[in-house]
């Protein structure tokens, strides 16, 4: 049996340790906080698997990695629920993006652009929706749209739940979690940890904003999401909001909660939700639909998405260790390929 090491256990970390450790390595996994803790990007997003939604603003290379993301993750999320006895809610419904009557002309651009960049053979899959439609598909949003767009490939999974299998998963499968035990450094066949330093013949660097002194241009990207859950209510897709100030989505999960985000902003500050972006995420909620104004907040919550210039994610090994980072908004749309493609070439 080889052994390998991972420094951090968020999303990229837990995959791979578990990818490793089904397979038969022994792994050895660090972070330096609690696996429930909220502090990882991971466990703040909404995780939205949207290709097409995501094609406005991210390249190809991205669009190319959530095609075999979303061939994975079913596959994936099957062995999870194997391995773990734990289903994780993961749905395939597509994204419904609608805009009030001032703001149409977003919409319309958002169809110009996305037939514009997304190869011929997704443009059935870019659908416009006309007052009855929409309706049939969203019937808590019947009447409030005149249009809107259907992007029906699209789909999104519970993070908490993948997290929380991942974690049982990786339990069964004896691999060695050391909580609360930051990685230092890793290079030439040891990770240095506040533990001391381990051997190993695989090292993986997936600490996410965490491995910013590795890799320079890292930098985080604050997102801040609320959690609301509202009795009556429910979608069966995530949903977004055209918006000249806020692109908000809100995101599904069982129980009539949703996952309503995010800001997006230029700044590693990674402390708790500002009152100005509850006002402003909890405005556009309440204007998408009046019952959200009884809506209970359950949760509020800040995080770094780990990010390049070019908001590509990049794998690279140096030292003798495989680094991924980069992930950014996208580290659930991508993460299964990527993990597969740093495997296959560290794994032969
Ligand atoms: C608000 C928000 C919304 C998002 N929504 C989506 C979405 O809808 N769809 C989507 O695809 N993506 C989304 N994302 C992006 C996604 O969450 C990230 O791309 C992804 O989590 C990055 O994974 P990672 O494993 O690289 O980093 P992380 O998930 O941040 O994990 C890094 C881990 O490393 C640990 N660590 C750091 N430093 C050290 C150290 N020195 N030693 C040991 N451990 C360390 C951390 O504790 C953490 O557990 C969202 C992100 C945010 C913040």
Known sequence: MTHAAIAG???????LAWRLA??????????????RDRTSAAHV????????AE?????AEVFALAQRAMVLWPEWLDELHQDSGQAVYHRREGTLVVAHPADRPML?????????????????AVKPVGRERLGELEPALAGRFENGLHLETDGQLANDQLLEGLSVALDRLRVDWHEHCAVQSLADGVVQTADGPVPADLLIDARGIGAQQAWSGLRGVRGEVLTVECAGLSFNRPVRLMHPRYQLYIAPRPGHRFIVGATELESEDAGPVTLRSVLELGSA???????FGEA??????AGLRPAFDDHRPALRQQCGVWELNGLYRHGYLCAPALVEQLLRQAVR
């Open 9 to 15: 256990a968020g999303l990229v970390g837990r995959l």
């Open 55 to 59: 094609r406005a603003s991210a390249d």
């Open 285 to 291: 909620l309440y204007s998408l639909h009046p019952a």
């Open 108 to 124: 319309n651009q958002l169809e110009q652009v996305l037939r514009q960049k997304l190869p011929a053979a997704h443009h059935a």
């Open 45 to 52: 997003a909404a995780a939205m698997l949207s290709p097409l």
């Open 22 to 35: 089904r397979s038969g390595w022994q792994v050895s996994l660090f972070d330096r906080a609690g696996r």
């Open 296 to 301: 209970r907040v359950i949760d509020l919550a």
